[in-house]
């Protein structure tokens, strides 16, 4: 049986967070994000990291649709992602500006594809 000071100092406290969220991440752009019959104009805003799924290695980009935040994945060695590359370059500060997207289908599955 342990003591009764060894179970009090085994009590684990837990700090707030903090308040300016930078933290946080914004949602996954999804193809019911946008609209179903026009494109839609996204803005990238010069922010992205690396990123890794089951479905490959690539780029999650922040963006903006009117004044909601999103996070935009594009997988290495697809159309979107030549597209924005010869578009903006190497460096992703430089991904800046508006794209046009629509929605496509791909064996069954939707998905954001950027058509400028």
Not at 25 to 30: Q, V
Not at 31 to 43: F, P
């Amino acid at each position: 049986m342990k003591s009764e000071n060894t179970q009090k100092a085994s009590k684990l406290v837990v700090p707030p967070p903090t308040p300016n969220g930078k933290d946080e991440l914004a949602p996954f752009l999804k193809a019911v994000d946008i609209s179903m019959n026009e494109t839609t104009e996204i803005t990238l805003l010069g922010d992205g990291r690396k990123s890794s799924s089951r479905y490959g290695e690539g780029l999650d980009v922040a963006c903006r649709i009117g004044n909601k935040n999103y996070t935009l994945t594009i997988k290495y060695d697809t159309p979107n992602h030549r597209r924005l590359f010869k578009r903006f370059g190497v460096e992703i500060e430089k991904w800046k500006g508006i794209v046009k997207v629509e929605r496509k289908e791909h064996m069954g599955k939707e998905y954001v594809a950027v058509v400028d």
